[in-house]
């Protein structure tokens, strides 16, 4: 039995908020776990000392580990709940039902009906609002909801038996419909609207609460203004809309992430309304494939090949080719009616993303994995015909923004991946605006004058990011510092602009050559060629900020200053817009998926 190779898998691990799950030899459950980042908890169980010995128990027996990314920790709190009661894995000893969960209830039978925290649904009739993840973020929005619309908290017995107003009513948090104060018609116009808000369907109570808050701020009442900023935190995480519980339902979704070298194919199982496991699937097929074409030979086989449960739903993240073909084949098999959708609204778009955002992941990590790492190093030998596997590689790229704020970034590949803690950026000075050899020219000047003074080592083979302009920058570099032991390629995007389509450019000679779309060594220079240009906008986007003095929301594209009051407004301070998933962030009027998309990016550059 081979040991479970936890550096390689915590390289390419996420640190968005998410589940994992731990598998043993024989591919059953061990362990469910919640994390807010993944690589920082999953890195925990790997530590060399303080690990208790149920945990050290717990490692030993581990041969798999899979995760499902989330958007907000609440989500990994509830589908973590979920699949400990589905799974009941061994390591779990705190093992939840549905009594965990906090609901807010409002009864439907009583004239003048009370808002009431209770633990588990449907034992009663009337409305619930929930699961949500904290009892404390419910009672404390129980409060709030309290003194804005002044709704009876009490029994049902001391309601009953009041002859005068309580206490309650003198603080201003009742309106005594127990001894006629007011009206039922006016009564139940406050429940409505407190059952709007719960429902997420009103942005007014926030935008008062907000206004508020800039008013107290302003009058340098800074008590106030952060009484109301944690109000508006509780309102925000009682609001929050769950993409792992719905309310009804059966359906399986598909995600589909391709990149050069590799296709994931993530499917999350909903049952009763909730996802209850997920699986990810690396089928073999050439880069040529349309995603529409693999997820319909990919459903095709799942259900067709042998015995397997079809739900009433299935849900792909893209439009599946040869869709109404498929479906009347599901139906024939199942013997009743099956949907195959793609456009879809509410919960289940949340699910669709959900199963997209886990295959891009699990794409990325499965590509990093130590053995597809190793098997590109030695194709890219073979594509450029060195006498030696290559060791280690370093890839230059420049970022800036019509010539501002300009960065170099360097990015190092060693024979397990991608090697973070000899990245490298540069910010370049003393050069006209936007000319990127001269940027070139002198990142390269600053790396590699370091390494012959003995600050670090030479890579064998030198990849830059652009055309022969760039390349010649890169061999003057090297010939005025006199290193000739290095091999120097360039990569260009070909005359089309795809991937599959790059240029080499040796740095010896100029020449220029492809390699075929779907080889291995083209893989691993896009693999490395995209990370220097990540890293490097990640710079330029830190160094553009702090030569503005700005905020982290100012310069985000289609983000100015009319947005940033209303997130602010919205969510009561930066830390907790930070803290939200795109779905939140979408609830700000003016916000559409997209650009919350960017928010999200530009707040969580390292996810």
């Not at 390591?91 to 209770?118: E, H, M, T, V, W």
């Amino acid at each position: 039995m081979t040991e479970f190779d936890s550096k390689s898998f915590l390289q390419g691990l996420t640190r968005r908020p998410g589940i994992y799950q731990m598998y043993d030899a024989a591919d059953k459950i061990l362990y469910v776990g919640k994390a807010k980042n993944l690589r920082n908890r999953v890195s925990s169980y790997f530590r060399s000392t303080g690990l208790s010995p149920k945990t050290q128990a717990l490692v030993a027996r581990i041969q798999r580990i899979e995760v499902t990314v989330t958007g907000s920790e609440t989500e990994a709190l509830l589908l973590e709940q979920n699949l400990i009661k589905q799974q009941r894995p061994p390591y779990n000893i705190l093992l939840r039902d549905d009594k965990s969960y906090p609901y807010i209830f409002i009864s439907d039978r009583d004239a003048f009906p009370a808002l009431q925290f209770k633990r588990g649904g449907g034992k009663q009739k009337g409305r619930y609002f929930g699961p949500y993840p904290s009892s404390h973020a419910v009672r404390e929005s129980l409060n709030l909801l309290q003194k804005i619309f002044q709704i009876r908290q009490c029994d049902d017995s001391f309601f009953r038996n009041r002859s005068r107003p309580c206490l309650q009513h003198q603080i201003r948090r009742c309106t005594a419909p127990c001894v006629g104060l007011i009206s039922e018609d006016e009564y139940q116009q406050d429940v409505r609207h407190a059952m709007l808000f719960l429902e997420g369907r009103s942005q007014d109570i926030m935008q008062a609460l907000g206004r508020d808050m800039e008013v107290a701020a302003a009058a340098l009442d800074f008590e106030r203004a952060a009484q109301l900023r944690d109000q508006i935190s509780a309102l925000q995480q009682v609001q929050e809309q769950q993409c792992v519980f719905g309310q009804t339902g059966d359906a399986d979704i598909f995600g589909c992430a391709i990149q050069p070298g590799g296709v994931s194919i993530h499917t999350l199982y909903v049952r009763g309304g909730r996802v209850i496991g997920s699986k990810a699937y690396h089928p073999k097929v050439s880069i040529e494939d349309e995603p529409g074409e693999i997820l319909a030979a990919f459903i095709a086989q799942f259900y067709l090949s042998g015995p397997r449960d079809i739900p009433p739903l299935i849900i792909t993240a893209l439009p599946v080719d040869g869709a109404e073909c498929v479906q009347q084949a599901l139906e024939q098999r199942r013997g009743r009616k099956v949907s195959l959708q793609h456009s879809v609204r509410g919960e289940r778009a949340g699910w669709q993303r959900l199963a997209q955002t886990n295959a891009e992941q699990q794409l990325t990590s499965h590509l990093a994995s130590k053995q597809n790492v190793h098997n590109r190093f030695l194709a890219l030998q073979d594509a450029l015909s060195l006498d030696y596997l290559p060791q280690r590689l370093e890839c230059f790229d420049i970022s800036h923004s019509s010539g501002e704020a300009t960065v170099a970034s360097c990015v190092v590949f060693d024979r397990e991946g991608p090697k973070k803690a000899d990245y490298r950026r540069f910010n370049i000075e003393g050069i006209t605006p936007g000319d990127d050899y001269a940027a070139m020219h002198q990142a390269l000047t600053r790396r590699y004058t370091k390494v012959k003074k003995g600050e670090g080592v030479l890579p064998d083979l030198l990849i830059i990011d652009g055309g022969k302009g760039q390349v010649s920058q890169a061999m003057d570099v090297l010939e005025s510092l006199q290193i000739t032991d290095m091999m120097v390629i360039g990569i260009a995007k070909g005359p089309t602009r795809k991937a599959g389509f790059e240029v080499l450019i040796k740095g010896e000679t100029g020449e220029e050559s492809t390699l075929q779309s779907d080889s291995p060594a083209l893989h691993l220079l896009q693999h490395i060629r995209d990370e220097s240009h990540r890293f490097a906008i990640i710079g330029h986007r830190a160094k553009r900020g702090k030569a503005r003095r700005q905020s982290q929301l100012e310069g985000i594209p289609g983000v100015g200053p009319k947005r940033r009051r209303e997130l602010l407004r919205h969510f009561g301070g930066l830390k907790e817009i930070e803290r939200a998933s795109i779905e939140e962030i979408t609830k700000v009027s003016s916000i559409s998926r997209a650009l919350a998309q960017e928010i999200y990016a530009a707040l969580h550059p390292e996810s």
